[in-house]
T-cell receptor, first 114, second 117 residues
Framework: DSGVTQTPKHLITATGQRVTLRCSPR?????VYWYQQSLDQGLQFLIQ???????AKGNILERFSAQQFPDLHSELNLSSLELGDSALYFC?????????????FGNGTRLTVT | DQQVKQNSPSLSVQEGRISILNCDYT??????FLWYKKYPAEGPTFLIS?????DKNEDGRFTVFLNKSAKHLSLHIVPSQPGDSAVYFC????????????????FGKGTHLIIQP
């Protein structure tokens, strides 16, 4: 158990809809990262938050947004969903920037857009 | 442009033998490398890492080798066990910059290791 909790585990929705994925980091971790894994692809970095502030952006679409709350949990919002958004979405956490501690991943949310 | 490449989608090794997983990278700013292991329906789990100032790091049955001049790293598993069957991801991080910069990891597409009895 990595200590990172993601909900829900599975999500099935229709094109054009909006969903919210939730992540609780490991106790003591201040950084949260979101990754997307599509079929036959590696994990694509989407966005990172540190202590409530956005720190880095990767290949995140404009239809996607995220935030980190004062209690350090994070939400990834996906809107105007398309079939191609079907993927596994992973959240990871670490102590914070400036250290080389590894990222610890949750078990992911599998999103299916029909 | 793939900055971290794992050119073997799958690898089959007999139980008890050595498993060697390879990874190549193109970004010379990478200075920290990690290997993750992933079972189906679970998130990636950290396995072992190496800083660019080293060329080898060992942890039990797992050893990671880094060849900076060739921009190549490899993971050796000796001896291979059935529980090692999983997808292995190579990942890299750029040197940390003050005031910003991505701390996220860049991942390869993974190699599916199958340990045969």
């Amino acid at each position: 158990d990595s200590g990172v909790t993601q909900t829900p585990k599975h999500l099935i929705t229709a094109t054009g809809q909006r969903v919210t994925l939730r992540c609780s980091p490991r106790s003591g971790d201040l950084s949260v990262y979101w990754y997307q894994q599509s079929l036959d692809q590696g994990l694509q970095f989407l966005i990172q938050y540190y202590n409530g502030e956005e720190r880095a952006k990767g290949n995140i679409l404009e239809r996607f947004s995220a935030q980190q709350f004062p209690d350090l949990h994070s939400e990834l919002n996906l809107s105007s969903l398309e079939l191609g958004d079907s993927a596994l979405y992973f959240c990871a956490s670490s102590v914070g920037p400036g250290d080389n501690s590894p990222l610890h991943f949750g078990n992911g949310t599998r999103l299916t857009v029909t | 442009d793939q900055q971290v490449k794992q050119n073997s989608p799958s690898l089959s090794v007999q139980e008890g033998r050595i498993s060697i997983l390879n990874c190549d990278y193109t970004n010379s700013m990478f200075d920290y490398f990690l290997w993750y292991k992933k079972y189906p329906a679970e998130g990636p789990t950290f396995l072992i890492s190496i800083s660019s100032i080293k060329d080898k790091n060992e942890d039990g049955r797992f050893t990671v080798f880094l060849n900076k001049s060739a921009k190549h790293l490899s993971l050796h598993i000796v001896p291979s066990q059935p529980g090692d069957s999983a997808v292995y991801f190579c990942a890299a991080r750029t040197a940390l910059h003050s005031g910003g910069g991505a701390d996220g990891l860049t991942f390869g597409k993974g190699t599916h290791l199958i340990i045969q009895p």
